[in-house]
């Protein structure tokens, strides 16, 4: 089976700041990795995604994730927030050899403080 | 390229009545995915279909269903509706080569209110 653990449902940084959002997953076979972003009333949109080989991958909007193995993570990060990056925040697994199925963390809302 | 397409954007609707919720994928793209989304529950996933066959199915009752058209175009049906229907249904498709995954490019959603 496979799941994903988002931690803090809300986190608020200043603008200018880093961002972190955390995000740990649990797989019994090798993953595919994705991060989203979901702005009101509006579908997901893929930030970026992990599938094989360098385990930085750099997605659009300057943000990028860091796959960790050992620590089973993929948490997603920016320098320096932005006001237009107040979004929520969905971090996603599936199968690297299944079907269409993402199962999706229960998300984190970034708020930007000006 | 246009992207993925829902129609209607927004639906109310009575208990006990039926809906049927459109979604025109990406040109070429062969799987069609449904999520609801809920404030209670988040996304869950629904069902899957590739080439008009169910491939995957989520936990959800027998009131839902869908169905694939040749030209990929999907619809979901909602029988019997109930107050805790009401949420964000959203329809993602892909690429998706065999049993190759790709990322999902999601619609912007079907919003239905059931009263």
């Known amino acids: 089976a496979q799941s994903v653990t988002q931690l803090g449902s809300h986190v608020s940084v200043s603008e200018g700041a880093l961002v972190l959002l955390r995000c740990n997953y649990s797989?019994?076979?090798?993953?595919?990795l994705f991060w989203y972003v979901q702005y009101p009333n509006q579908g997901l949109q893929l930030l970026l995604k992990y599938t094989t080989g360098a385990t930085l991958v750099k997605g659009i909007n300057g943000f990028e994730a860091e796959f960790k193995k050992s620590e089973t993570s993929f948490h997603l990060t920016k320098p320096s927030a932005h006001m237009s990056d107040a979004a929520e925040y969905f971090c996603?697994?599936?199968?690297?050899?299944?079907?269409?199925?993402?199962?999706f963390g229960t998300g984190t809302k970034l708020q930007v403080i000006p | 390229k246009a992207g993925v397409t829902q129609t209607p954007r927004y639906l109310i609707k009575t208990r006990g009545q039926q809906v049927t919720l459109s979604c025109s994928p990406i040109s070429g793209h062969r799987s069609v995915s449904w999520y609801q989304q809920t404030p209670g529950q988040g996304l869950q996933f629904l069902f899957e279909?590739?080439?008009?066959?169910?491939?995957n199915k989520g936990n959800f009752p027998g009131r839902f269903s869908g169905r694939q058209f040749s030209n990929s175009r999907s619809e979901m049906n909602v029988s019997t509706l109930e107050l805790g229907d009401s949420a964000l249904y959203l329809c993602?498709?892909?690429?998706?080569?065999?049993?190759?995954?790709?990322?999902?490019?999601f619609g912007q959603g079907t919003r239905l209110t059931v009263v």
């Open positions: 797989s019994s076979v090798p993953p595919y």
């Open positions: 996603a697994v599936s199968f690297s050899g299944g079907y269409q199925k993402v199962t």
């Open positions: 279909y590739f080439s008009e066959t169910q491939r």
């Open positions: 993602a498709s892909s690429s998706s080569q065999g049993e190759r995954n790709t990322e999902a490019f």
